[in-house]
Structures are given as C-alpha cells and as structure tokens.
C-alpha cells in the first residue's frame, strides 16, 4: 500500500538559482513566506493559504555579507531580518539599515580575535571555510535566539565556555540571557516552539564528534538551557509544540519525544527494522543499509512525513513516507506522480514541500489517499 501525492501548489523562485540559494517556505499556516538569500539580499514574500503570493507585498533585506558566511532568519511578520555572521549578530531593516548588532568571538577556526566588522577579515586566507552559528526568532517575533561562538565583546561566562546561547530583545538588541550552550559547533539550526514564544530547541553539529540537543526556558529573567542529548537532530516540532521528531547523528534511529527529551509512547524506529529493502536494489548485492535523513518533520499533531534519501540514492527512485502514530499501519511510501531529486520539508496543516530537480521551484504537497 502507498499514499497518493496531490500537487497543491508550484512556488517559482523569485530570484535565479544562479544567484541565489533555494527557495524556502517557512512560518506557519496563516504566517508563510517564501524567502530566498542571495549574496546580495534576502527577498521574503508573503504566501495566503493557497501558497500564492499576496499582491505588492514582497520585501527585500540587503545583506551585510555573502550569503556563505553564515546563515540568517526572517522575523515572522517579515519587518526584519537577522544576520547570524562569522563575527557578529545583525539586525537589518528592508532600508539596509543596521538596527543593531552583537559581535562575539570567531567562527573561523582557532581565530581568537573579536572583530571589528567583516571587512576585516574578508579576503583572509584562514576564514575561507568557517563554521557558523543560528538564529531564530520566537513565535511571536519579538525575541531573538543566537547560538554564537564566545566570547561577547563585552566578556566572556568562563574561561572554559566556547559556544554561548543568547536570548536578545528584536526591538533593540539589548542581550537579556546568556548560557553556555556546552558544544563546540560546525553549524546549528533554531526550532521555535510553534505556541509559546519562551522556549526554543537549537539541534547542534558537531561534525563527526556528536549533535548536542539544548531545549531553552527564558522566564522573563533567566534561560535555563535543558542538555536533552548529545547524539539527537532535532527536525520539526508539532504544531502544538508538546512533541519533537529526531532523527540520531548514526541515522539509524527516528524517534517522537517530549521536551524533555523523553520517547512518546513507544515511537521510535530503527530504519532497518522499519523500511523494507528498496525495490530497485540489485539482487545479488548484500542487504545495503538503510538510514534515515535529517528531512522531514509534523505534518500535523500525529502524522509524520520522513525520508530515506541518501540510502536510496545508490539504489534509483528515491523514497518519502507518511506514519500516522495513531495506528500501528508502519510507514507507507508516498506515490508521487514523477521521481523526487529532494528530502521533504514540512510545512504543517497536512502539506510539506519539495525542490525541483533545478532547485528553481518549490512544489506543495498533501496526501490524497491510499493506493494499492
């Protein structure tokens, strides 16, 4: 049995993939943006729930920076964005205008000096190929998260501290909270809670070393940063925020948990136990190992949409599915009407993404039925 696709919505690029990374869709339903950064900028437009574009309504954010030399967050209400660079947190209006900024310590290696602006160290030989931290806006957008490498300018928490986690005011930039975020990163990503503008996950990399899970509390007066794992990518949160789907640093294991780190219920699943052998697999080669990708997420509070890509890839078509963790039905293969090239993206209210082959249009989809 498999789930039939139904294309909902095609969302061309706004900017060529010449000049630009791909396409996004982000927010929830009733916030979504299409953003897209190029070196020069980034261009968020506001999507209705048909995912067409609202008339007149497209904003655009200089960049301070080439667009490989960090990454970057677009406030819900698309009034601002956020710079998250080699040196320094930016906040830029759609003028260009900074409206404020918090430099720390360097990204690019055993760099230890604090840096004034990029142009210092932009045509450096030894920043070529730094790591980077993440940003991420609350649900309400009126805090901003920064995982960034220690210290502040202004000092550091302790000799010992390498990465810190920020909790910065978006209206001015004034830093209310800091912690040890007790990881050494080669890259982050922010996951807001979907209801509650208090509390955030931030999933780590740290290459081949680990993938430290922190779950953040701000109270107004104090972050208190839960260390739920050091081997866990957090991919999506459900939209009422009381479960979070991971998927291990091995791949081997995708799991639902609470905040706390804890499985839900029994909902974990070894990929070799949960995907048969792919279809297009040789016969005479040994068993080829299955692994999950860090893809996917909710599509709604109980249905999940996950992918086997990378294993896939030496095999042909590949492999995207849908599980109901209300049922004991597994996971069913989802039947598109032409092969992906992509992961999926969650996007929740029942829908979830994937690029063209040109990485030039995003395409919407939502389950129509079972098959077979």
Known sequence: MSVRSRLRATVPAPLPSSQAGPPEITGPPGRRLLVQRSDDEILARPLDDAFAARAGATVRFPAPW????????????????????????????????????????????????????????????????????SVGFSADGRLVWAHVRGPLSEGELSPDTADEWLVIDAEDGRVLARADAEAVAAGSA?????????????????????????????????LTVDCL???????SLSPSGDRLMTVSHDQDALAVRDSRGAVVEALDWDAGAAIPRHPEAPADEDELPVCWDWAGGFLDETTLIASTTESDEDCGQYRHWLVDTTTAHGFVPVDYPSPVSCEPTALGGGFWSTLSPSRDVVHVWSADGPEG
């Open 66 to 133: 080439p667009r490989r030399r960090g990454t970057w967050e677009v406030a819900p209400d698309a009034t601002l964005a956020v710079y998250a660079g080699v040196h320094a947190v930016r906040a830029v209006d759609p003028s260009g205008a900074a409206l404020w900024e918090v430099r720390h310590g360097c990204w690019s290696g055993g760099c230890e000096e604090i840096h004034e602006s990029y142009e210092s160290y932009a045509d450096r030989r030894d920043h070529r190929y730094p790591e980077s931290g």
């Open 190 to 222: 922010h996951l807001p809670h979907p209801t509650d503008p208090a509390q955030m996950g931030l999933s780590i990399g740290e290459g081949q070393d680990g993938a430290p899970l922190r779950w953040g509390r701000w109270d107004g007066k104090e």
């Open 229 to 235: 794992d050091d081997d866990l990518c957090l991919l």
